[in-house]
């Protein structure tokens, strides 16, 4: 019996014989989950469709933080999301919870009320899977899928990301040096067709004080390529971290080339990995509004993308 249980225990090695091939095929013993695995901050990101919106299956982006308190409640959160263009920023309530079956499959479950916006929903279903334990069997990363149940008119797919397993205050100061981006989305309004494809690739260099110190960029804008930052700064703007990990970001072109008439983008961002300096080595957005050959505040761009930290941030001259 001893030696039973320490073989399941361990990793199981055969080689079976196909066609005259050997293939060695491993097997380790099941891990069985449960709500405690999944507790502390996470930083939310998630993209694809809205068949209930106008019009028909319009983009949807969604960023922000939760936090669950590995007994199956959301205890708090915030949320921002962008529905083909209509932005809306609201509150976790009270009584939305979690599920995590034992083969690491789940669900988040939560409601929000709108501080900002119009947007018709409030109520947000998302099957989940485990898909990364640390040392500690906490999840680190989480998988994100359809809406479900009440929230079925949502179809895409997204990331929770740990922030920091226990509570932790956040600020300016834990976005700084460089960190790579890419985003990817739907351009509503700025074209000749609607809801032309947008996909960017860059790099950002942040200040510990709400500054963007520059950076460059090259994006797509339904066929319209342009960049900026090789030879120059690329970008420019600020900043603002809140306590909670949830950030907006805004990015000013710095003599582009091309002739794309997007200018600047206003990103809503969840700061999460957050390193032992309090430092954020991820951060997960999407777009909040962007600005049209120099008027502010248009959300026509509906992206969804993260950065990566990538150490000591170099100012292109």
Same mark, same amino acid.
């Given at each position: 019996?001893?030696?039973?249980?320490?073989?399941?225990?361990?990793?199981?090695?055969?080689?079976?014989?196909?066609?005259?091939?050997?293939?060695? =095929?491993? +097997?380790?013993?099941? =891990?069985?989950?449960?709500?405690?695995?999944?507790?502390?901050?996470? #930083? $939310?990101? @998630?993209?694809?469709?809205?068949?209930?919106?106008?019009?028909?299956?319009?983009?949807?982006?969604?960023?922000?933080?939760?936090?669950?308190?590995?007994?199956?409640?959301?205890?708090?959160?915030? !949320?921002?999301?962008?529905?083909?263009?209509?932005? &809306?920023?609201?509150?976790?309530? %009270?009584?939305?919870?979690?599920?995590?079956?034992?083969?690491?499959?789940?669900?988040?479950?939560?409601?929000?009320?709108?501080?900002?916006?119009? &947007?018709?929903?409030?109520?947000?279903?998302?099957?989940?899977? =485990?898909?990364?334990?640390?040392?500690?069997?906490?999840?680190?990363? *989480?998988?994100?899928?359809?809406?479900?149940?009440?929230?079925?008119?949502?179809?895409?797919?997204?990331?929770?990301?740990?922030?920091?397993?226990?509570? =932790?205050?956040?600020?300016?100061?834990?976005?700084?040096?460089?960190?790579?981006?890419? @985003?990817?989305?739907? %351009?509503?309004?700025?074209?000749?067709?609607?809801?032309?494809?947008?996909?960017? *690739?860059?790099?950002?260099?942040?200040?510990?004080?709400?500054?963007?110190?520059?950076?460059? !960029? *090259?994006?797509?804008?339904?066929?319209?390529? &342009?960049? +900026?930052?090789?030879?120059?700064?690329?970008?420019? #703007?600020?900043?603002?971290?809140?306590?909670? #990990?949830?950030? $907006?970001?805004?990015?000013?072109?710095?003599? +582009?080339?091309?002739? &794309?008439?997007?200018?600047?983008?206003?990103?809503?961002?969840?700061?999460?990995?957050?390193?032992?300096?309090?430092?954020?080595?991820?951060?997960?957005?999407?777009?909040?509004?962007?600005?049209?050959?120099?008027?502010?505040?248009?959300?026509?761009?509906?992206?969804?993308? !993260?950065?990566?930290?990538?150490?000591?941030?170099?100012?292109?001259?």
């Amino acid at each position: 019996m001893i030696l039973r249980r320490r073989l399941l225990r361990s990793l199981l090695t055969a080689v079976v014989l196909l066609g005259g091939a050997a293939v060695t =095929i491993r +097997a380790s013993s099941a =891990i069985e989950l449960f709500k405690f695995n999944l507790q502390g901050s996470y #930083g $939310l990101s @998630w993209y694809g469709a809205d068949y209930s919106g106008s019009p028909p299956n319009s983009t949807f982006a969604l960023v922000g933080v939760v936090s669950l308190d590995g007994k199956g409640a959301i205890t708090a959160g915030s !949320i921002t999301y962008n529905d083909a263009g209509t932005v &809306c920023e609201g509150v976790v309530t %009270d009584g939305s919870t979690y599920r995590v079956l034992p083969d690491g499959q789940g669900e988040f479950n939560f409601n929000i009320v709108l501080k900002s916006g119009t &947007c018709p929903i409030t109520h947000f279903e998302f099957p989940i899977a =485990i898909s990364n334990l640390g040392g500690s069997r906490v999840a680190r990363r *989480v998988s994100m899928g359809a809406g479900g149940g009440l929230a079925a008119n949502l179809t895409g797919s997204g990331l929770a990301l740990l922030q920091a397993r226990k509570p =932790i205050t956040l600020s300016n100061a834990s976005l700084h040096n460089g960190y790579s981006f890419s @985003w990817f989305g739907h %351009d509503f309004f700025t074209t000749t067709s609607p809801n032309n494809g947008f996909g960017a *690739v860059g790099e950002i260099g942040f200040g510990r004080n709400g500054e963007i110190r520059g950076g460059s !960029i *090259v994006y797509n804008d339904g066929g319209m390529i &342009c960049s +900026a930052g090789q030879t120059s700064a690329g970008l420019s #703007g600020g900043y603002t971290v809140r306590a909670d #990990g949830e950030a $907006l970001i805004n990015l000013v072109i710095v003599g +582009a080339t091309g002739t &794309c008439p997007l200018t600047s983008f206003v990103m809503a961002a969840a700061l999460s990995d957050i390193g032992s300096s309090g430092t954020a080595r991820r951060i997960q957005f999407v777009s909040a509004s962007a600005a049209l050959q120099g008027n502010t505040g248009i959300p026509n761009l509906v992206v969804s993308g !993260i950065a990566v930290k990538v150490g000591r941030f170099v100012l292109n001259k």
